[in-house]
């Protein structure tokens, strides 16, 4: 009799745990929420104390690093560049760009200057002033980040667009954006190996427009 109550009773725990959700501690939600996939945070964790670092060292001069990956592709990615090894992705250079810019384009969201830095009064390079930034530049040209990092592509992609709107959030939206053209700019960031006759496009790490 005895042992027909007490499988009675656990038959009927068992129907009752079977019907109850098991509801997470606010401790457990914190550490879930710590170990969740958080691209901006990470982003702002190295760019002080990486990323600008390396790309200052990193970056030659926009006319060195060109002239070079003109004439010695494989020197030039050496000295400047950096690129995934998987996928198809181009090279990726680390430059710095001092120079006048000479047309702007400032209604679009993806707006950016034209820059001369020879004197000869045309451009020869496109620098984004966002707030939209197309490509991953920043991300590619870093040689500590890799693709392996992360689960899949969707978070590859994610943590290259946080740079963008790290550098958007922190320097870009506070530029000026009017009357651009004539003043100067300097500025160190990265752009990825351009195709045949289309200006380099550079998104800034650091940047200056005028005195």
Known sequence: MLQMR?????LACALAMSGCKFVKTADEQQQAAKQAFDPDSMVAAIWDSKVIPYLNERAGSFQD???LSASDLD????KYGHKEKQGNAPWTFA???DGMIVAEETKSRAAYVDVDVDGDSKADVRVSIGPAIRGTALRDSLNFVNFN???NQIEWAQYGKSFNTHVN??????LPRQGLTG??????GAYPLPTGGQLPQ???ATITIGS
Do not use: G, N, R
Request: glycine letters at 0%; charged letters at 20%.
């Open 75 to 78: 020197a030039a990615a050496a």
């Open 202 to 204: 550079f998104v800034p």
């Open 65 to 67: 690093v060109t002239a």
């Open 6 to 10: 007490a499988a009675t009773i656990l």
């Open 149 to 151: 990092e992360f689960k």
């Open 183 to 188: 003043k100067k700019l300097a500025a160190v």
């Open 169 to 174: 959030s922190t320097l870009l939206d506070k």
């Open 95 to 97: 430059a710095k760009v």
